[in-house]
């Protein structure tokens, strides 16, 4: 069987919550569109290597980084504090 009869799955939308009220949580990483990805940034959370990457099927190979997917992805409030505070012209504050 192909599968071609079958229903198709209604996707679910992504709840759009930037932040928690306690202030940990997630937050959109909001890279600015001028950076072309994918992108490194050399020891960006605690001595670790950051990937940021267009889709899972774009990775490049990497020893040990962390990979994020999308510009735009989300991520610990911490995590982008780090990165920003490594790289600030790199991201929407």
């Given amino acids: ?28 990483l909001g890279l600015k569109d001028a950076f072309k990805l994918p992108i490194r940034i050399p020891q960006a959370l605690n001595g670790q290597d ?10 490049p190979p990497v020893d040990g980084a962390l990979i994020i997917v999308g510009r735009n992805a989300l991520v610990e409030t911490r995590h982008k504090e780090q990165l920003v505070k490594r790289w600030p012209k790199a991201f929407n504050a």
């Fill in 50 to 59: 950051v990937v940021i990457v267009t889709d899972k099927n774009n990775v």
């Fill in 1 to 28: 069987m192909c599968g071609c009869n079958k229903p198709k799955k209604k996707s679910q939308v992504q709840q759009s919550v930037d932040y928690q009220p306690n202030g940990r949580g997630t937050v959109r």
